[in-house]
């Protein structure tokens, strides 16, 4: 009796799985949302999983895709990479097409592998960290936020391209993030045989003053300054230099791409150069997707909001223009087709920057920050 | 060796001192007079720059000469800091007098987050810019590439709060009266010295001192939040220590030499490391001499 009841249970199981599997086409296409939900870091990670409920269901209201309503699958990595591996096995457990995540660089890297040997595309609207796309070791991988060193291209271009410098003092503030900028604009500089860096330095922030790292660029013969840091330090290092008269291009980062800057140097802020994200705000698939949040939930959304909503857009669409949801044709969509987002019209190149996303040079003109076509 | 370079260095070094040396006074004198680290005089500095910022904004708008603008704010921050000053002692360092010096310690370190909490809330976290009122003076323009106006302005006025720091305690009575009590409070006591009033005269010195240090500061870097006295207040105090704690002359020297340290450190080596070179050499000092360059040895009395 005991071994018929087994038997029967294990039939039972075994139908189960297969009449999963056969309505498997015919279900709800899965999507997996990772990111952090509770924590320290939740505020980073609740807007994108607001983002991608408000787009599907959006798309769910006018009937789907292929024929089939989307869901999805919420989970919370806290920001921690040996969570966010299980969460990744979790998700391919579920049977999930695609995953819009996951939110820190850190737990992004940990949980790849599990989705690229189940071949999984994957977009996160916030891990930022350069390798996840240059390594070239995901190719599943793709992301709606331009990478850590696209910034310090972006400054370096500029300084190059458009004002033709040729002696250039890279500084920065210690900090991870500043540092971070200044080595990879050195590095960028460097490798160009148009520039020399005549000065790498990092500063201590707070400090007294800065007189002395002054008279050492003024010293180095700089035409220019790129620093990579934030505005408090900025503003006494232009105000100081514009003091002491000497004529040096000052450019830097979105850390100093703050109202706050001008208000502190005041009239010492004109003419400073200042890299920053391009401003979506005039775009009206941005605004209505921000008015879209602002009467679902009843306040602002958070940070990556746009990056998550256009993520999510992008995937729904591959899916949409490669007629299935395998993993090839997927991908090659990405890669392929443009969609119309909050961020603008993006499809991404080969390693999985979205192209059309990035920064773009500031300029101080009377009090304000005024965007460099 | 490029001495226009040098010289760079040197006046930017000694202005950073003589920043120093307004607030190291401060720390010394108190030192000297109640045996107590006042940790909340960098507060004391802020909340001189902050007056500073509020009376020059409010005369701002009634067009008066930039100078006189900054005249009247110097001033009013001076008063301001010592009313600061002197309460601060009154509430936070007269009851513990007689506590081991460890609790007053305790109590200038809470009174440091205090005055620091309390302008964060009253006032704004955010950085807010200085106006600038020291003028581009003509007669600097030949050596405007070394020395700028507002670094000459913080260079004399260094010297003259020294010069009548110096004859203060010289040639008045209060002067004497402040070195009795800091020889011996107790026998000065005796002898019929008001220790209270010295106490209270020290601490709006230190206090004027701060303020006028803020203020000079304020006006070089053209910005201020309600964290700027901490990290001076930090430094200064090495500055002090590295003079010789509770010597006025030593925190002088000590200041300069602590400004001259990260100058040239910053210079010729590298900015990476300010704090470093600033640090060791306070540690080798230290280690020689370990009541600081111009300290007295205390002999413990038996």
Known sequence: MKKLAMILLVLFVAAGFIFAGGSKEKGPIKIGVAGPQSGDLASYGIPTAKAAQIVVDDVNKAGGVLGRKIELIVEDDVCKPEVATNIASKLVGDGVVGVIGHICSGATKAALGTYNESKIPVISPSATNPALTQSGEYPNFFRTIASDDAQARTEVDFALDKLGLTKIAVLHDKGDYGKGLAEFAKKFLEADSRATVVLFEGITPGAVDYSAVINKIKNSGAQAVIFGGYHPEASKIVSQMKKRKMDVVFISDDGVKDDTFIKVAGKYAEGVYASGPKDTSGNPAAQAAIKEYEDKFGDKPGPFYLNAVAATEALINAIKVAGSTDYDAVTKALRSSFVETPLGKIKFDKRGDALGVGFAMYHVENGKYVELK | ?302
Do not use: C
């Open chain 2, 1 to 302: 060796m490029d001495h226009s370079y040098f010289f760079e260095l040197f006046l930017g070094g000694m202005t950073r001192g003589s920043i120093y040396a307004l607030i190291a006074l401060g720390y010394t004198m108190v030192y000297g007079i109640i045996k107590l680290i006042n940790f909340a005089h960098g507060e004391i500095y802020m909340i001189g720059a902050f007056t500073a910022l509020i009376v020059s904004s409010v005369l701002g708008f009634t067009g008066m000469n930039p100078i006189l603008i900054l005249a009247i704010a110097s001033v009013l921050a001076i008063f301001f800091s010592s009313a600061y000053g002197t309460t601060m002692e009154k509430i936070a360092y007269k009851p513990l007098r007689e506590a081991p010096r460890l609790s007053a310690l305790i109590s200038a370190i809470g009174m440091s987050m205090f005055l620091q909490n309390y302008v964060l809330l009253a006032q704004t976290p955010d950085f807010l810019p200085f106006p600038d009122m020291i003028p581009d003076f003509k007669f600097l323009q030949p050596i405007n590439k070394i020395l700028n106006s507002t670094q000459f302005v913080i260079l004399v006025t260094t010297a003259i709060v020294m010069i009548l720091l110096t004859i203060l305690i010289k040639f008045t009575k209060i002067g004497k009266a402040m070195r009795a009590t800091s020889q011996d409070a107790k026998m000065a006591q005796l002898l019929g010295i008001n220790i209270n009033k010295v106490i209270t005269v020290t601490f709006i010195i230190g206090s004027a001192t701060a303020a006028i240090g803020g203020v000079l500061i304020s006006s070089h870097t053209g910005q201020l939040n309600y964290y700027i006295g901490f990290i001076a207040g930090i430094k200064a105090f090495v500055a002090a220590v590295l003079g010789g704690i509770g010597s006025i002359p030593g925190a002088v020297l000590g200041s300069f030499v602590l400004g001259w340290t990260e100058s040239f450190g910053t210079g010729y080596i590298s900015s990476d490391y300010e704090d470093v070179f600033a640090f060791i050499f306070l540690i080798i000092i230290l280690i020689f001499r370990p009541s600081g360059i111009l300290g007295r040895k205390q002999n413990d009395k038996v």
